[in-house]
């Protein structure tokens, strides 16, 4: 008679060398550095459409849009750079033969990989999964799905279909669902054409025009950068608004910590222990909100580390904390970050 363990270990073979003949799930593609495409994009259910032709330069941090329809700038290239302030995105106008530089703004993403249809975005390269095939314009795809949201708080998520039989990665549709917080907003399809790997672009292709040194020559953005005429630009990057990129996140949080350490200092000498204590997890579950977006953010874990030095610091000098308390609160706010990450 043949032992209950006997068939477990039996059965349990047999799935390992089923498992074993199975054909391995597709990986994410790691896609080119530089790349050129041509785009059909469809913003929240139709409401806008635009074509464009893409330039993504990762090797120098840089992309441009050109012959774009649906906005008067029909060139937008967008200058990245380590240091954040001086990244530029110049709205071009082109006319008699030339490009016309109107103006420039702060783009809304710190680093080129956040661009609206990046192919190498902090989640796409760490959380993207195969998620089955699908046909799409006649074209056998593989499809990658992932999210990129603000610590747990859903914000959006995309599907990447790849061509499946292309000698090279390739792109043939990015599907982006917005759901800013959990709140369904709509949906934008991007559809690539013409899309093949380039080892190097023509400076042309980011030239400013004449006009550059004169009308995008100022220290400060335009005053057009608030304005509804960028209606291609705001529709394209409707989601990074959502996504709350480093510049406007931070800002944020110094002004929300700002007025925590403020109102602390102000009531600290009137406030009852109880109270001070109450006050200070208050600011301590703030600093570790802010330490969870730092998965959003795609900070790196010294960043990271440093940004929950710098919190933990303040918070130690506001609430004037002893040295093995504000060790306490440095050590758990860097095993938090350390765990996000």
Not at 161 to 178: G, K, S, W
Not at 194 to 214: H, R, T, W
Not at 282 to 294: A, G, K, V
């Amino acid at each position: 008679m043949v032992s209950t363990t006997s068939m477990t270990l039996a059965a349990l073979a047999t799935l390992a060398v089923l498992a074993a003949a199975a054909p391995a799930s597709p990986q994410p593609p790691v896609f080119a550095t530089n790349w050129q495409a041509n785009e059909d994009n469809v913003i929240i259910e139709g409401i806008q459409r635009a074509h464009l032709d893409h330039y993504f330069d990762g090797s120098n941090n840089r992309t441009a849009l050109t012959n774009a329809t649906g906005t008067m700038y029909d060139v937008v290239v967008t200058l990245y750079n380590d240091d954040l302030e001086d990244a530029r995105e110049y709205y071009i106008r082109t006319y008699g033969g030339a490009r016309h530089c109107q103006f420039w703004c702060a783009p809304s993403t710190p680093v080129v990989c956040d661009n609206f249809d990046s192919l190498c975005s902090y989640d796409y390269k760490r959380k993207a999964t195969y998620v089955g095939d699908d046909t799409i314009n006649g074209i056998e795809t593989h499809r990658f799905f992932w999210t990129e949201n603000l610590g747990p708080i859903p914000m959006n998520s995309l599907l990447l279909y790849v061509d499946a039989n292309a000698a090279e990665p390739t792109p043939v549709r990015m599907y982006r669902d917005l759901h800013p917080f959990g709140k369904p907003l709509g949906n934008s399809t991007i559809d690539f054409t013409n899309f093949k790997s380039v080892e190097s672009f023509d400076e042309s292709i980011f030239d400013l025009g004449p006009d550059a040194k004169y009308d995008c020559a100022s220290p400060e953005p335009g005053a057009q950068c608030q304005s509804e005429s960028q209606t291609l630009s705001n529709s394209l990057k409707l989601s990074q608004t959502f996504s709350l990129k480093l510049p406007q996140f931070l800002s944020l949080s110094s002004l929300s910590l700002s007025l925590s350490l403020s109102k602390s200092l102000s009531l600290s000498k009137s406030l009852s222990l109880s109270q001070n204590l109450s006050l200070s997890l208050s600011l301590s579950l703030f600093s570790l909100s802010l330490s969870l977006s730092s998965l959003s953010l795609s900070l790196s874990p010294s960043l990271s580390l440093s940004l929950s030095l710098s919190l933990s610091l303040s918070l130690s000098l506001s609430l004037s904390l002893t040295h093995s308390l504000s060790l306490h609160l440095f050590l758990s706010l860097s095993l938090f970050s350390f765990l996000a990450l």
